[in-house]
C-alpha cells in the first residue's frame, strides 16, 4: 500500500497534518504531539538516482543490441527520459515511509 503523502493523517488523533510539514525528517502532530519521522528526502534521492540509473542504462544496453546507434540516442532522449522519470515516480510513490519516534517498527499509513 502506498503512503499519500498529500493526505497523511495523525493515526492517535486523527488531525490532518500539512504536506510540507510531513516533508521533514522529523514532524510534531500539532493536536497531540506525537513525533514522526520521515524517510520523504531519502527516499527522492534515491528515486531520482533510479532514474538515472534506468535511463543510462536503457540507453547504454540498447546501444550494444541495436545497430544504428543514432537511433538509440534519439529514443532515448525522447521517450528515456519519460520512462526514467515513471520508474522514479513509481518507486518515490511505494517507497515513503513514516513512523511514531516511540515506535519505529509500526508503519503509519495516510487515512
Not at 22 to 44: D, E, I, K, M
Request: aromatic content about 14%; glycine content about 8%.
Amino acid at each position: 500500500m502506498s503512503l499519500n503523502i498529500n493526505q497523511f493523517s495523525c493515526p492517535g488523533c486523527q488531525q490532518k497534518i500539512e504536506p510540507w510539514v510531513a516533508r521533514r525528517p522529523q514532524f510534531t502532530c500539532p493536536a497531540c504531539g506525537q513525533v514522526y519521522l520521515s524517510n520523504y528526502r531519502s527516499s527522492l534521492k534515491r528515486s531520482v538516482l533510479l532514474g538515472l540509473f534506468v535511463w543510462i542504462g536503457g540507453a547504454g544496453l540498447g546501444a550494444l543490441f541495436i545497430e544504428p546507434w543514432q537511433m538509440v540516442f534519439a529514443f532515448a532522449l525522447e521517450f528515456g527520459g519519460l520512462l526514467a522519470f515513471l520508474a522514479a515516480y513509481l518507486f518515490h510513490r511505494f517507497s515513503i515511509r513514516i513512523v511514531s519516534k516511540s515506535d519505529p517498527n509500526t508503519v503509519q499509513h495516510s487515512r
